[in-house]
């Protein structure tokens, strides 16, 4: 015969086990309301078919969890074990230590928009700004919130109300729902639309800039698609010519945007701010956390003229950052300031992509060696493997990697990526030959100690 369900006590009886716990250094309306939250998650439990669930360890660990905050939290950090360098829904770009602790030293009182000489008002972005003009040789530069936003604000400050010419093969569509036309339309200006899906030409973009309503000519990077075989783009040099010989500026979305390490694995093909501007476009617009290695972010760079006219927009306002994002960026182009090599070490994006098979190969066998020491029903075999950029960067290409494959006696593969998801820090990998395989390129050694640990305590 079924038990019955264990009998959940009154707020009060339960108010009073706080007191027993030593918890009422929290405050009695604190704990009030952590129980009531933890209490939907027994009544939730419940009715997911748990009839056992009630006010036991589990409960009170909750209610601590809430008391505490910080172990409550549903956005936590995890081990990005899938290869994929530069994964969107795992937050993308890993932040370098220095950006981390930028961050956290601004977030009191700060030097946000104040001149400490004068003692006057300043301009939060002006480091930034500074120092994108300095790494990637623009006459200037501009942060706002991201990517999507750079393009949004280009058109709308340079074409409202005019024509924007844009390539049919570049009418992108990004993950969540961007898509080209449309943010071309929410800017306030109408598109030209010129050649066809596989081939454009330098003509038809000079036809197109013979209507007068045209202010402004947009190239797209593709990020996360080739087209392949019987196609055709102009040159961005020949294109950036005949812009300036009818007075328009080019703009180029270049998504992932390098700034430095295109020597690296997987970025062969991409272009680089510095070339793309050496080309004559006008404004390049790239990512804060692709390849650049940073927080989320858009950045604008090109002109000065232009770029102050993107600052005066009443948009720019509605896009400004916040002043732990401009501290962790300062921390990221300071150090991108300091050159390639420097770069290339230091930024944990690129220094993943500078991995070689040798070095991945050694530290995924002394990972899989612990797994199969701990003799816990695990098993573990080390195989070459493949990652990705990601977001955007090199959509087709494979990054050779060495993973760690593990198979456990009693769980399957879909088991154990659940357990995996479960643990703490959770920890993401990819399903492969019926087991679960920890790509170790995307793996920190500091995350290496911490998914050793979870195979040796695991039961
Ligand atoms: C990624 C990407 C965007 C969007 O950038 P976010 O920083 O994610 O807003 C826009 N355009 C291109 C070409 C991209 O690759």
Redesign the pocket.
């Known amino acids: 015969m079924a038990e019955n369900p264990p009998r959940i006590p009154s707020m009060n009886e339960i108010l009073e086990s706080c007191a027993q716990r030593g918890l009422e250094s929290f405050g009695r309306e604190a704990c009030r309301a952590a129980c009531s939250r933890a209490l939907d998650g027994v009544r939730a439990l419940r009715k997911a078919g748990e009839p056992q669930a009630g006010v036991d360890a589990a409960f009170w660990t909750q209610v601590s969890a809430f008391l505490q905050v910080l172990p409550s939290l549903q956005l936590r950090g995890a081990i990005n074990a899938t290869g994929v360098v530069l994964h969107t829904n795992l937050g993308r770009a890993p932040w370098p230590q220095e950006a981390v602790d930028a961050a956290a030293a601004v977030a009191g009182a700060s030097l946000c928009e104040i001149d400490r000489k004068t003692g006057g008002r300043g301009r939060r972005d002006r480091p930034v700004s500074e120092l994108l003009a300095r790494v990637t040789g623009a006459e200037a530069g501009l942060p706002v919130n ?4 750079t ?1 949004l604000l280009a058109v709308s400050a340079l074409a409202r109300g005019r024509k924007v010419v844009v390539a049919r093969s570049e009418l ?1 569509e ?1 993950g969540g729902s ?1 898509r080209m036309p449309e943010v071309i339309a929410a800017a306030g200006a109408e598109m030209v639309e010129v050649g066809t899906t596989n081939r454009v030409h330098l003509k038809d973009f000079e036809t197109a800039m013979e209507d007068p309503a045209v202010s402004l000519v947009l190239r ?2 593709p ?2 698609f080739r087209i392949e075989g019987f196609t055709t783009e102009p040159a961005m040099q020949e294109l950036a010519n005949a812009c300036h010989a009818r007075g328009l500026p080019l703009v180029y ?4 945007g390098v700034l430095n390490g295109t020597e690296l694995g997987g970025l062969e093909n991409e272009h680089s701010v510095q070339k793309s501007l050496a080309d004559g476009c006008d404004l390049v617009t790239f ?4 390849l650049l290695g940073g927080p ?1 972010a ?1 950045l604008i760079v090109g002109a000065k003229p232009l770029v102050e006219r993107l600052r005066r927009d009443m948009l720019t306002r509605c896009l400004r950052l916040d002043k732990t994002i401009l501290a962790a960026l300062e921390a990221v182009l300071s150090i991108h300031a300091l050159g390639n090599a420097a770069a290339c070490a230091r930024i944990p994006a690129l220094q993943r992509l500078a991995l070689t098979t040798a070095q991945l190969h050694a530290t995924a066998s002394q990972l899989a060696d612990a797994i199969n020491r701990a003799a816990n029903g695990f098993c573990a075999g080390v195989m070459a493997c493949a990652g990705r950029v990601g ?2 960067a090199s959509p087709t290409a494979d990054l050779p990697s060495a993973g760690v494959l593990v198979h456990h006696a009693q769980r399957d593969a879909e088991q154990l990526a659940q357990w995996l998801r479960a643990a703490e820090p959770p920890v993401f990998a990819r399903i492969q030959d019926g087991g679960v395989l920890l790509d170790m390129r995307t793996v920190s050694s500091s995350e290496q100690l911490l998914l050793q640990q979870l195979f040796e305590n695991a039961s």
């Open positions: 991201n990517n999507a936003a393009v992108v990004i961007y797209i990077h990020s996360n979305d270049l998504g992932s990512s804060g956390d692709k989320q858009g977001s955007g």
